[in-house]
């Protein structure tokens, strides 16, 4: 018999983790009301903290799981953590490829390649990214014009908005190689490096 969506969530999150507390430190500290996840999979956990998320993945697996759409969103609804009524939306086509969406407060990219780069079209002025570097897309935020460094989130997701010089620096101060990181998708070690990263989208 196969799987329902509860228990393939669940064992999901028993592998990676629950990134709950981490998105709700972010969606608290900016207000943020309407979200995209490119590259989600099935980790529906920010729908627990913020209203309206639309989750966009290519992958069979994930097609397969937003198919039980109303299951999920009466999970959803039912351990959701504001008064809202949650607002779920699943695309599943490559996020480098056009979508139909309107610009949204955050842009979640974990483990799934440049998202930012490629999604922040999408992203309202003053709308926030949060990346980590495991694929080199916080490094290319870093060094992007159209964003700025406004914060970390530490592994226990606690938001520090100070000291930021001294993230994205190699040690000896040897010179970043954007290529690089792009060609391997793969993020670099720098001397100081946080779980996650904030940036701000420039106006
Ligand atoms: C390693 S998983 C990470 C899943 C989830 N973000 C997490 O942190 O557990 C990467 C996911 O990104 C999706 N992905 C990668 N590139 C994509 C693209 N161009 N368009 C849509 N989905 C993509 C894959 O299908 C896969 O489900």
Partial sequence: MEKGFLEEYQEYIRKTGDRKALYKAVAKEYGVQKAIYPGSFIDISPSLVIPEV?????????????????GIQNYIEQHKEYPEACKID?????????????????IISQY????????KRYLKPDG???????????????FDEDFELIGIVSGNNEIEEGELER?????????????????????????????????????
């Fill in 167 to 203: 993230y994205f620096k190699l040690p000896k101060e040897k010179p970043i190689d954007l290529k690089l990181v792009k060609d391997k998708m793969k993020g670099l070690a720098y001397s100081a490096a946080a779980e996650n990263y904030l940036f701000r989208k420039k106006s």
């Fill in 54 to 70: 639309n989750y966009i993945d290519n992958f069979k697996g994930a097609i397969r799981f937003f198919k039980q759409m109303d």
């Fill in 128 to 142: 926030i990214l949060l990346c980590n570097d495991s694929h080199g897309d916080a490094t290319l935020a870093r």
């Fill in 112 to 119: 799934a390649g440049f998202v930012g780069q490629e999604t």
């Fill in 90 to 106: 699943f695309i599943g086509q490559d996020y480098t490829e056009p979508l139909r969406i309107e610009q949204v407060d955050l």
